[in-house]
């Protein structure tokens, strides 16, 4: 919540900011990035609608600027491990029979970001990429012939794409906002 309070309070000093989209190379360069952030997670897992949980994001320039070259622009690629936890929202949900069931997955995002430098404050990036998904679920169940729990598992590869803007507080730090498919996270930027 304090994080989401910071960016509102951020955005009034982002509208500030001075263009620099037309200035080529008019951005920090950087040898990598760490982006620590809470998340919520939604895909078409057979056990839940949605979850939350906490990731982070490395990414490794690979054109500090361009491809194109009359805009400040450049692309990175980026790794991630995220976990996210939640009910099973939509596993047999017709059978009262069945309760108590809990949602957990592993996501190995690998994306191509591509940053457009705005102002001095504000990069805007867009994402595509896959993500491995390793989920698993756990339930109890109370039916006529007796009581238990069981479990299982899934493992798999989905589609991502996913928008965002990184607001800078200083030239090494600030805040990311992506949303997409399958994600919607919010956390920090720190350039190394």
């Not at 994080?3 to 950087?30: C, N, T």
């Not at 690629?77 to 929202?89: K, N, P, S, V």
């Not at 059978?95 to 949602?103: A, F, K, L, V, W």
């Not at 690998?110 to 339930?139: C, K």
Request: hydrophobic share 45%; net charge negative.
């Amino acid at each position: 919540m304090a994080v989401l309070l910071g960016s509102m309070l951020a955005l009034p000093k982002a509208a500030e900011g001075a263009s620099v989209i037309k200035q080529p190379g008019l951005h920090p360069f950087y040898e990598f990035e760490i982006e620590p952030h809470m998340l919520i997670a939604w895909d078409n897992s057979r056990w839940h609608g949605s979850s939350f949980g906490l990731g982070a994001r490395a990414d490794v320039p690979i054109i500090q600027q361009g491809p194109i070259e009359t805009i400040n622009n450049g692309m990175a690629i980026g790794f991630g491990l995220d976990w996210a936890f939640g009910g099973c929202d939509n596993w047999n949900a017709a059978d009262p029979n069945y309760y108590d069931c809990s949602y957990n997955a592993i996501y190995l995002p690998v994306v191509l970001q591509w940053n457009f430098y705005m102002t001095d404050i504000i990069t805007v990036f867009g994402e595509p990429g896959f993500v491995i998904r390793h989920a698993w679920a756990s339930w109890d169940y109370n039916l006529p012939s007796g009581t238990g729990s069981g479990s299982d598992s899934t493992t798999d590869a989905v589609a991502n794409f996913t928008f965002g803007a990184k607001f800078m507080f200083g030239r090494r730090s600030g805040l990311t906002v992506r949303m997409g498919y399958p994600f919607l996270t919010i956390g920090g930027s720190f350039l190394f």
